[in-house]
């Protein structure tokens, strides 16, 4: 076994310093009664060329020789080769977290660089050193509210992607905090009459999706001032960080806190995951902040140099008072997103946030021609819902030629009759003219 | 701006780090090239780009559709440089960095064995990599279908009925672990209110039995660092929803009463939670199924090898008996004749717990595990515990002369040293482990478990080789050595790294959390 | 390790100053060793109820953090505020500059809980042991 260094002779050589007559005797602590005496069921080993010729039949069993029409929180974007070489580097890939600074300051300071870029994004103050994914970063957003306010309502639109608003349920059922959904109007934004009737004194956060899940850039001003009237802290969420090149910083906006995924940088799609979440926020809350932070320091000869700190919140030493229980991150993704982002620089970024924006008014426009409308009037960067008739049926149609359609948003709305012929769609750099062209006429059929 | 960094020519010198050709470590350590590198925000500003993109045609005005309130040009502060610039700059940092592809990495409880390349190999398959989560589940049969694989197989290893492989990283999973068991009571009427935790766990447990609404209760390990069926019985009454244990636990000690201790727990209707972060001692030995735990979660950056890179992704499945099916959170994969279909609606699964990300899992992860074990197959997964138990007992069998051992119990995949043989020369832990950096290698997992005071808990894994413990064996005794002959020289470690040892006390009292312009950090 | 004879003593390791129905409280010199260096202090505002062996705040130093326990029940009169921003006065002058806060007493009774000098360095020293 190739990963298995040790020669007859060496395990000999080893027992005997030991004292031990056999490997088996090395575990002779665990009691007869509680081993297993018969070779686990899994299949027989297989050497390398077999293992990919396997996993790649395995691999082409997924459809994806075109880009994905489909968003949704995962949004299909180029990553620069370079990215991903540059990520493979040993010394990043197969590092432990940076406990010991001293030899882990690639690391720290590739955090460092990456809470600089979420700040930067976010317009505030103070990010952590990266969430598992933007759907637990804003339940821990939410609990974090919680504990700054001490209050127990959580005030959240209903344009809030569902499945992030379906963990931060799972997350609050042991919390005993109270989950208030808002509608949304015909516009796709959060309804703001709606709103101002759920948010009160009792109000810990008010959640929005910033665009949110239906491509609609939501009425963040707005639903910030009525936040912050009744004490409670405004969380924006963001899975579409590409908007955030063209989009306002939610920290400028109100939000207290902004949360979401960092996906569209440096990720790739891999099914979902793994990619970075992001947890930004004002700099009076950085001690109810949840998560591992890296900040900057001297050594003892006074160079610049860069620590995890500020480390009495988190489990390994506040235990059942920490303010989470998290400990691995997604450092590896945050680092992803980093050098994407370091690449793209000030004018790549805004270009590409200009270029989504451009390609999704050519696939509006192509649309259109086809007859197809748009679901919501709200203003939109990226993604939109279109009204194609039967949605589920369109994407069970293209999917037979291996195209992924888009999101039919009756899958995830089945109470609301509006929805029924909504399909979410979204359209990237990934999408040329021609491509865009192409799928709104197979739409049509 | 110039030199933010705060190096100096001189110091080279001052430090005594300038690697003489006799300065070589016990694992090889000298210094090659080394650059000093200014944050990327901190590069000249210039007019460049770093990458390739379709021009804008500006047929489309966003100001036309989008309020100018929530508009915004060009961010003040982003880097502006060329593809070189960067990809120098993230290859210098990578030079500042160790990890198992540099050298020995005996981080206790954390497992860090060499992350096979074919498994990278592997997860970068386009089939795998350029997925959409939200494919209809006809288009993403190949994807299901090893989710569905390692799920069975993750099941089959752990002894346990069925597996959800949604959860983020280990404690994630642990918190979907003790949301199972919550519910679970909950469905027999009482949620419970307490939470057993042995002294010796992971701070992650007592911080999830807390995210769970649960107090947490300790239950204290015997002078053998074992817990013992009589502490439980005393701490344990009908108010109790579970016991947390790891097994083996953090001293690298197998819980032999652990069958006994799971009686005493479920006669009182509590559960027995596994955490499985030490699950690489047991592979094909034995199964926390079989030995009363109801659930279980893995980490399958270290059992199965995923990289951790510098903190994560993990991935945290968690495995249950069949009294704790029905509350697995969605989705699940589940086949259905030839085909398999992702279960999303919580209609099919009334009881279960819910979501807990925004969609499957963490796949990439999923691709690499599973690679890993087929290539190991039956055989190659029993040899992982196998020689990861050697590996540990050798390293103790050669050191505890020089080192003191607080337990005497047997060890399995991890050692437990403490300092307490050095103390008297005012050597302590962080010393030990600042001066092994010199010699070549990562330091231990230093001060944990609490129980221990000046813990130093070695974990080489399986996929190290008997010279490079040899090695780390002779620059621990070295280091040893140099606590009665030289201790200043010992306080004044590491000499060799980037950096010396850092202010930790300044970043906490004032801290600089980003790069702001001009930033100063003297 | 200096522990003034004017000063009583908890076994959580706070003094507690007595002058008249004014206790003024901080931690010890013990208490600030162990911790090492003192980084952030979380302290109960002026006009606070604080209630004898209950946590009234928090220190924190960069691997442990500690709950204060009061020594004696009472309303918190004052409060050393520049403790804030320079809590390092707490591992260099614990019994002077180190001091947190100054509770007026409900039940100056309590006090005959807390240790002398003598009894408390004894507890010190068995606690290391």
């Known amino acids: 076994m190739r990963y298995h260094p040790h020669t007859p002779e060496d395990v000999r050589q080893m027992l005997e310093a030991i004292g031990a007559p056999s490997l088996e005797s090395l575990f ?5 009664g509680l081993r297993l005496r018969r070779p686990l069921d899994v299949p027989a080993a297989a050497d390398e060329i077999a293992l990919l010729a396997e996993l790649s039949r395995l691999a082409a069993r997924n459809r994806v020789e ?44 590739a955090l460092f660089e990456w809470q600089t870029f979420v700040t930067l994004l976010t317009g505030l103050e103070v990010s952590n050193a990266s969430m598992y994914d933007g759907a637990t970063a804003m339940a821990e957003a939410a609990l974090m509210a919680t504990r700054l306010t001490d209050r127990s309502k959580v005030v959240v639109s209903a344009a809030v992607h569902p499945s992030y608003r379906a963990v931060l349920a799972t997350y609050l059922v042991s919390t005993g905090d109270e989950i208030v959904t808002v509608p949304y109007g015909d516009d796709g934004r959060t ?87 992001f947890l930004a926020l004002r700099q009076d809350a950085i001690r109810q902040m949840p998560g591992r932070v890296c900040g900057a320091t001297v050594d003892k000869q006074g160079r610049r140099g860069f620590v995890l700190t500020l480390s009495t919140r988190e489990q390994h030493i506040r235990r059942e008072k920490a303010t989470s229980n998290i400990c691995t991150n997604a450092g590896l993704m945050a680092l992803a997103a980093t050098i994407h982002l370091s690449l793209l620089g000030k004018k790549g970024l805004h270009q590409l946030a200009r270029v989504n924006f451009e390609r999704a008014r050519l696939l509006r426009d192509a649309m259109q021609r086809q007859g197809f409308g748009l679901r919501f009037t709200g203003p939109t960067f990226n993604e939109m819902a279109f009204e194609v008739g039967d949605a589920a049926a369109v994407v069970a149609r293209l999917a037979k030629q291996g195209v992924a359609a ?40 | 701006m110039a030199n933010p960094t705060g190096w100096k020519p001189s110091m080279e010198k001052e430090s005594g780090s300038g690697g003489t050709a006799g300065d070589v470590g016990a694992g090889g350590a000298t210094r090659g090239l080394a650059y000093e590198e200014p944050l990327v925000f901190e590069h000249a500003a210039s007019e460049r780009v770093g990458a390739s993109l379709p021009a804008v045609t500006g047929k489309v005005d966003p100001a036309k559709e989008i309020p100018a309130a929530l508009l915004r040009g060009e961010i003040e502060g982003m880097p502006s440089l060329a593809e070189l610039d960067v990809v120098r700059h993230f290859t210098r940092l990578s030079t500042w960095n160790h990890g198992i592809d540099t050298g020995f990495y005996p981080l206790g409880s954390c497992t860090m064995k060499y992350n096979p390349k074919s498994s990278e190999a592997a997860a970068r398959l386009p089939g795998f990599a350029a997925a959409h989560p939200l494919l209809p589940d006809e288009m993403c049969q190949g994807s299901l279908e090893l989710m569905f694989k390692l799920e069975r197989a993750l099941s089959e290893i752990s002894g346990f009925a069925a597996t959800t492989i949604s959860p983020a990283a280990g404690a994630h999973g642990e918190l979907t672990g003790v949301m199972m068991i919550r519910a679970y009571h909950l469905a027999r009427g009482n949620a419970r209110k307490k939470v057993l935790i042995p002294d010796t766990a992971h701070g992650t447990n007592p911080a999830t039995a807390a995210l769970n609404g649960y107090r947490t209760v300790e239950v204290k390990s015997g002078p053998d660092g ?21 097994n083996p636990n953090t001293l690298g000690v197998f819980e032999s009463d652990i069958a006994a201790i799971a009686e005493i727990v479920h006669a009182k209707g509590g559960l027995v939670y596994g955490d499985g972060a030490n699950l690489n001692a047991l592979l094909g030995v034995a199964r926390p199924g079989d030995m009363g735990f109801d659930v279980m979660q893995f980490n399958l950056h270290k059992t199965f090898a995923t990289p951790h890179g510098g903190g994560g992704p993990g991935s945290g499945p968690v495995a249950v008996k069949a009294s704790l099916v029905p509350f697995l959170p969605l989705p699940l994969v589940v086949q259905e004749g030839p085909a398999y279909r992702l279960v ?102 230093v001060y944990f478990p609490l129980v221990v005071s000046g813990a130093l808990m070695i974990e080489p894994t399986e996929t190290e080789a008997k010279e490079t413990l040899d090695a780390f064996v002779a620059g621990m005794r070295a280091i040893a050595e140099q606590a009665r002959s030289d201790p200043d020289g010992l306080h004044a470690a590491p000499q060799k790294p980037v950096r010396a040892r850092l202010d930790e006390v300044r970043a906490a009292r004032k801290p600089v959390l980003r790069w702001t312009p001009g930033m100063k950090v003297e | ?62 691997k442990a953090v500690s709950d204060l326990f009061a020594p004696v029940s009472g309303k918190v009169v004052e409060v050393n505020s520049p403790l804030a921003d320079a809590p390092e006065a707490i591992n260099e002058d614990p019994y002077e500059e180190g001091w947190m806060i100054q509770i007026e007493m409900s039940d100056p009774k309590e006090l005959s809980d807390l240790l002398a000098k003598a009894a408390y360095q004894k507890f010190v020293e068995e606690d290391a042991e």
């Not at chain 1, 959640?207 to 009237?229: H, M, Q, T």
């Not at chain 3, 003094?15 to 302290?43: F, M, N, P, S």
Request: net charge negative; aromatic share 8%.
């Open chain 1, 66 to 109: 075109h880009p994905p029409f489909v968003g949704a929180g995962a949004y299909p974007h180029h990553v620069p080769p370079a990215v991903d070489q540059l990520l493979l580097r040993g010394e990043f890939f197969t590092a432990y977290t940076p406990y010991q600074p001293e030899v882990s300051q690639g690391t720290l300071q």
């Open chain 1, 406 to 445: 888009g999101a039919p948003l009756a899958r995830w709305y089945p109470q609301d009759a509006r929805m029924k012929g909504a399909l979410l769609c979204v359209a990237t750099e990934l999408h040329t003219p021609e491509l865009i062209e192409l799928f709104a006429r197979s739409v049509k059929g």
């Open chain 3, 1 to 62: 390790m200096d522990f003034p004879d004017d000063l009583q003593y908890t076994r959580d390791h706070e003094w507690c100053r007595v002058q008249g129905k004014r206790a003024t409280v901080g931690i010890t010199d013990h208490a600030q060793d162990a911790l090492g260096d003192i980084v952030y202090l979380e302290l109960p505002a002026v006009g606070d109820e604080v209630k004898k062996g209950e946590a009234f705040g928090v220190v924190e130093s960069t």
């Open chain 2, 344 to 445: 999303t609606d919580p209609k099919e699964r009334p009881q279960s717990i819910g979501r807990l990300r925004e969609f499957h899992g963490n796949m990439g992860m999923f691709v690499r595990a599973w690679a890993l074990i087929r290539e190991l197959g039956p055989e190659g997964l029993r040899r992982c515990a196998e020689l990861a138990v050697l590996n540990a007992n050798y390293v103790r069998a050669r050191l505890r002369d020089v080192y003191h051992l607080p337990y005497e119990t047997d060890s399995l995949h991890e050692v437990v040293f403490t300092d307490k043989l050095q103390k008297g020369a005012d050597i302590s832990t962080m010393d030990v482990a600042k001066r092994l950096i010199d010699h070549g290698f990562h330091p231990p997992t």
């Open chain 2, 226 to 246: 074992r817990l013992h069926p009589e502490a439980v019985k005393a701490a344990m009454d009908e108010e109790v929803a579970a016991i947390m244990i790891t």
């Open chain 1, 28 to 32: 002779r602590s665990i009691p007869e």
């Open chain 1, 191 to 277: 309804d703001l009459q709606a709103l101002a009737q759920a948010v009160d004194g009792k109000t810990a956060a008010v959640i929005l999706g910033y665009p949110n899940f239906f491509g609609v850039v939501d009425a963040l001003p707005e639903a910030a001032a009525l936040a912050r009237k009744a004490g409670a802290v405004t969380v924006s969420v963001t899975s579409e960080a590409v908007a955030l090149g063209l989009l306002e910083a939610p920290g400028k906006l109100g939000a207290d806190v902004a949360v979401g995924t960092m996906q569209s940088f440096g990720a790739g799609l891999q099914f979902g995951g793994p990619a970075a979440g």
